[in-house]
């Protein structure tokens, strides 16, 4: 299997985690990984931090560059290649040279899939004009970055109110835009059961965003291949820019008409070696499923956690190791301006549909000793099953040292462990980090009562 | 049971928490607490940041008042009383009235111990001057912080680098005195492995504080009621003021004629329940033993968050209820000046002494990710039995945003983790908050290979 030639679609965090994981575990391996941007391994997550201009250049944001890799690695990484079709009874894919505009097939002995995400939009039209972006690819943060430099816009708007959005308001706002937001829902973060997610809709309102909820996007209103009104089903918004915020979509289009196995909305069956259906042939990241940890369904989420670790099992698999991808809890944060917003495992409407008979309680607390400088409020939600205790879900919302608690409560998601587990937890205490009940546990404290 | 007399010898943590939950549970019956002190209920921790002042009146650290506890719960807390004989073969108690100088003999049905730590200090003529100071009552901490106002000393010496010491350094330097800190031993912070002391040694040089090494007391200088020096194995230290940070100990003088059993170093020794070897006699707080779920061991560790739940479990007891105290890994953290330190579980001499097979890695990683402003520099060092992989014990230290993380560790020491089982943890990550791994993640995967 070492001499085998191994083709990699997609140089991003799935796909370069796997080339460098193989690499790593079989040194002579030929690796050619297509990328059909010019940029390999950078932070997706980062582009809104570039936008706003807290990270300088978008040079910061890539980790390797496809140099790197195929100087110090030996990773034959081919940018500005776009795959178009994968034939896997013959293996081979159909490559498209962008610089030269050459089509080519190339074989393959095995195959990672790992093209990530693309930003939803419906069908509208004008959603491909020139101020339009989404948010999933370094290229459309430099985009963006280029159009506020150069256009300089005073004001956009945002279509989605989940983490992408979440981040691109904080953004747009400290580059001086009037943001409003449009949201199909009652609530914004969707991800959130309602109750916590009205918390992020005040907070927001709080900083200045004109949150527009119940309102879905119609249509564009376009001028000289510029939209220049967002038309919901309620009012004609006139704007300078647009940022699609509705959430991302597996990058499959090209493998429509092969064997590889696909769910509904396009994203890629594997099992938790990272193996689709077709052997030889594997898929991480944002283009894949995953399996939920509590649900135990198959889920889409687009994280770049899951798109690193996924990828270091697929080139574990490739080269021939025991590696295993247990699954996810759904654990995601995300900060804007001042707020930080976590959450990990199932929402009250995700139990109601399984059948899960369910407590839950919300406490607030603060995120140090009440009386230590700078401790902030911090909003606590569990949900754990009736009689069992078993936890099923947490969501916290505060200020600073608020978020990063969630990771304790996805650890006891994973492991099964119980409300009473939670609370007998010897977790950290000093006044500047947290009250001495930390405030999981105070909420696991209140939520035990009503098991 | 419900009827029977309830007498609790101490009102702060372990005591409060067991009588609030005594009073929760049965509404009815008699409770009387014996507090030395004025002060019930308040966080000991917090000393240091009143001495620094970065809070403002000594009443913040007051969680409940003795009024409050008498008015609002019905609970009889007498203060100014201190215990000074158990007799168990009676059940009844000697008592001193303090403000009356009358002593009495008061009889209980149900007797909780909850008298918590003392500063250690070796028995050296002198260290009851009035400008030595222990720091584990809010009495004390009234005391240096009157004694900084008043007689506005220019420096001051420490004796002992532990969590305490740190935390009362980095008070004094904000207080702009001059501190020299002697410590027995090469390394501070004799709770981290010596490597990662080394590396609180350099910061804490890096603030200013004067740090003498393997030195230790030999004795006082005491002119007019004052230590005017400190005497180590080495020199003289002229000084305004001495902190003792060379641990606690527990308060138990008083029971050493008494059945209840003690280990050699007087921690009262209970079971799960928190029940001592006396029927009808509890001990909970910095007074008591502890298992440890790591080592198996019976240990004392004085800290706020364990008086919290040891108070709660023996205020279930003791109410009837099946409470059980687990025990603990040994976290704990602190914050010296920008540093953060947190340790769990055990260290490489303590699995030496076991016998336990380890391996360990140490890495260096990022609070946020390296390229979002703030992000500082996070040392982990995982320690993990051998062929197992199961986690041993975690120690970090760091800028803002490293300790916490512990508590992850906590967790996955607690629930018996692997190093496979904390890569595969489904943790949090956006760029204000982690790097796409986070820093446990990225020990726990160079370990690995290790094991």
Redesign the interface.
């Known amino acids: 299997m070492a001499n085998n030639k191994l083709v990699i679609i997609g140089g991003d965090?799935a796909g370069m985690t796997a080339a460098s994981k193989v690499r790593r575990e079989q040194p002579e391996r030929e690796i050619i990984v297509f990328e059909k941007s010019d940029y390999t391994s950078y932070?997706a997550?980062?582009i809104p931090?570039f936008v706003s201009e807290?990270?300088k250049t978008y040079e910061?944001?890539i980790v390797r560059s496809p140099e790197t890799f195929r100087n110090k690695y030996n990773i034959d990484v081919r940018t500005q290649h776009l795959v178009l079709e994968v034939d896997t009874d013959n293996k081979k894919i159909k490559v498209l040279n962008k610089k030269e505009n050459k089509e080519f097939w190339e074989s393959y002995d095995q195959l990672l899939i790992a093209t990530g995400g693309k930003a939803f939009c419906p069908d509208v039209k004008g959603y491909d004009s020139e101020n339009v972006f989404g948010v999933t690819t370094l290229k459309s943060g430099i985009n963006i970055e280029c159009y506020i430099e150069e256009k300089k816009p005073k004001n956009a708007v945002i279509i989605g109110g989940g983490?992408i959005g979440l981040?691109m308001a904080e953004a747009l706002l400290e580059r001086g835009l009037e943001v409003t937001m449009i949201n199909r829902s009652e609530q914004v973060m969707n991800t959130l059961d309602p109750d916590m997610g009205e918390l992020v809709s005040e907070a927001i309102k709080g900083l200045g965003v004109k949150l527009l909820l119940n309102e879905e996007l119609a249509g564009f209103e376009v001028n000289d291949g510029k939209v220049t009104s967002v038309i919901s089903n309620k009012r004609n918004i006139p704007t300078d820019m647009v940022v699609l915020g509705m959430g991302s979509r597996p990058n499959t289009d090209f493998l429509k008409e092969s064997a590889v196995e696909l769910d509904a909305k396009g994203a890629i069956k594997v099992n938790a070696q990272q193996q689709t259906n077709i052997p030889d042939v594997w898929a991480a990241g944002d283009c894949a499923l995953t399996h939920h940890?509590v649900s135990k369904e198959q889920v889409y989420i687009a994280?770049?956690?899951?798109a690193?670790?996924t990828g270091l099992v697929a080139g574990g698999s490739i080269a021939g190791e025991k590696a295993v991808?247990?699954?996810?809890?759904?654990?995601?944060?995300?900060?804007v301006c001042s707020y930080?917003v976590?959450r990990?495992g199932l929402l009250e409407k995700q139990l109601q549909k399984l059948n899960i008979d369910y407590v839950t309680a919300k406490i607030e607390s603060r995120t140090r000793?009440?009386?230590?400088?700078g401790s902030k409020k911090i909003v606590v939600k569990l949900l754990a099953e009736k009689n069992s205790g078993r936890l099923l879900g947490g969501q916290i919302i505060g200020e600073e040292?608020a978020?990063?608690?969630?990771?304790?409560l996805?650890?006891?998601l994973?492991?099964n462990?119980t409300l009473q587990?939670i609370?007998?937890?010897?977790?950290?205490?000093?006044?500047?980090?947290?009250p001495?009940?930390?405030p999981v546990q105070t909420a696991a404290r209140k939520l035990i009562n009503d098991i």
Chains 1, 2 share one sequence.
């Open positions: 965090a932070s997550c980062g931090y807290k990270v910061e944001l983490y981040e940890l994280l770049g956690t899951i690193n670790k991808f247990p699954g996810v809890v759904g654990t995601a944060v995300c900060k930080e976590a990990t000793a009440h009386y230590y400088p040292g978020a990063k608690r969630i990771d304790v996805a650890t006891a994973t492991h462990l587990n609370i007998d937890l010897d977790l950290s205490y000093a006044p500047p980090f947290s001495v009940w930390d």
